[in-house]
Structures are given as C-alpha cells and as structure tokens.
T-cell receptor, first 114, second 112 residues
Framework: GAGVSQSPRYKVAKRGQDVALRCDPI?????LFWYQQALGQGPEFLTYFQNEAQLDKSGLPSDRFFAERPEGSVSTLKIQRTQQEDSAVYLC????????????FGPGTRLTVL | EDQVTQSPEALRLQEGESSSLNCSYT??????LFWYRQDPGKGPEFLFTLYSAGEEKEKERLKATLTKKESFLHITAPKPEDSATYLC?????????????FGTGTQLKVEL
C-alpha cells in the first residue's frame, strides 16, 4: 500500500519568504509527527497530532513555525519569514493508533534557505 | 534530560565481517527503544522496537538487543546492501502518543 508522502521533495527559498510543506500520512493513521533533520544529525521532534488535535508542539523552534491538520488527515508545516538556520530536511511520520509505537516516515522535504 | 548516544559515528566493514553498533540512553519513562535504517535522500525505515531489558529481535542479518542502559544492533556477515546510516531512538510518551528522541546515527559502509 501507499506509504507516507511529502511534497515538495525539494524547496529553495530566499531568506524572509514563507514556505508550506505538505504531508500525506498513511490512510487511516491517527497519529502524525513532524521532525527536523539537520545534515549529519538524527531527526528532532517538532510537533504531534492525534487526528486534528495538536497535542504537543514543544519542539517547534520559534513562533515562525506553525503546523495544522484540520481534517485529521493531511498536515501542513508552515514556516514564516524563513532564516538560513531553517535549512534542513523536514520529515513527517504517521502511526496507526495513538498508542501504536511504530512510526512510518515519509521521504522528507529538503528546505534550503538562501 | 533525555539523551541518546550512538557509537561509533562511522564504521567500515568488509563483506562478511560481523560487528555491533551501540546505542546508550538516559531517559525517564522509556516507551520503547527503536532502530531505524536511513539511506541517503530517504526517510528512516523502521527495523525494530524493543521494550524491556533482555528482549531480542532478529531480521535477516540484523539482531537487536536491549539492556537497562543500552541497546546493540548486531550485524552478522554483512553485505554491501547493508550500507546505510542506522539510527537509534527512544520513545517518550506525549499526549497519548510516542515522540521519538534520536541519536546522531552510525554510518555503516560495507565493502566487497
């Protein structure tokens, strides 16, 4: 079956531009996570949704980062006024139930801020 | 503070040369120890979850083990296609879900 998909796969933005990154989780998966992965590092947690409710946003680095999942399926991560330090791969993961531990990751969106 | 440390950072093996990767952790409220494989330009691919000390899981040439403070990923007779970055993560309960804290990974290269 289809896995987690993300778009775009690559995004180049000029400093100060706003960007929107999309995640399509596996159909029927209740939980959705966003992670940020810098070059040569492991992924770092950003935020977590259970259906449409955002239950943990403790990892969002600043108020320029905003995530939503209005209908409990597709999610969008928005970054306003991008800065060079925002350059990273943004990964989305989903799991079947809130209590399910196995997270399945998408291919990621590589964001480069010039 | 929850922390995950992986060693070595990089490992080069000859085909058939078995070895082990280490993941040590300090965390309160552990909800699973996870191993993922990540190929360049791709997202992490799930391998194993371990929940309690003494637990072991196997898949093809890989075997994961867990103690109270660390986990090992044993690779037996590796092949070049096993070359990848191996990530270890601990699960921490959040709002009913399970957020992952990752180590920095071990980059494995298997040569002919």
């Amino acid at each position: 079956g289809a896995g987690v998909s993300q778009s775009p796969r690559y995004k180049v933005a000029k400093r100060g531009q706003d960007v929107a990154l999309r995640c399509d989780p596996i159909s029927g998966h209740v939980s959705l996570f966003w992670y940020q992965q810098a070059l040569g590092q492991g992924p770092e947690f950003l935020t977590y949704f259970q259906n449409e409710a955002q239950l943990d946003k403790s990892g969002l680095p600043s108020d320029r980062f905003f995530a939503e999942r209005p209908e409990g399926s597709v999610s969008t991560l928005k970054i306003q006024r991008t800065q060079q330090e925002d350059s990273a791969v943004y990964l989305c993961a989903s799991s079947l139930q809130a209590s399910s531990d196995t997270q399945y990751f998408g291919p990621g969106t590589r964001l480069t801020v010039l | 503070e929850d922390q995950v440390t992986q060693s070595p950072e990089a490992l080069r093996l000859q085909e058939g040369e078995s070895s082990s990767l280490n993941c040590s952790y300090t965390v309160s409220g552990l909800r699973g120890l996870f191993w993922y494989r990540q190929d360049p330009g791709k997202g992490p691919e799930f391998l194993f979850t371990l929940y309690s000390a003494g637990e072991e899981k196997e898949k093809e040439r890989l075997k994961a083990t867990l103690t109270k403070k660390e986990s090992f990923l044993h690779i037996t007779a590796p092949k070049p296609e096993d070359s990848a970055t191996y990530l270890c993560a601990v699960g921490i309960l959040t709002g009913g879900g399970n957020k992952l804290t990752f180590g920095t990974g071990t980059q494995l290269k298997v040569e002919l």
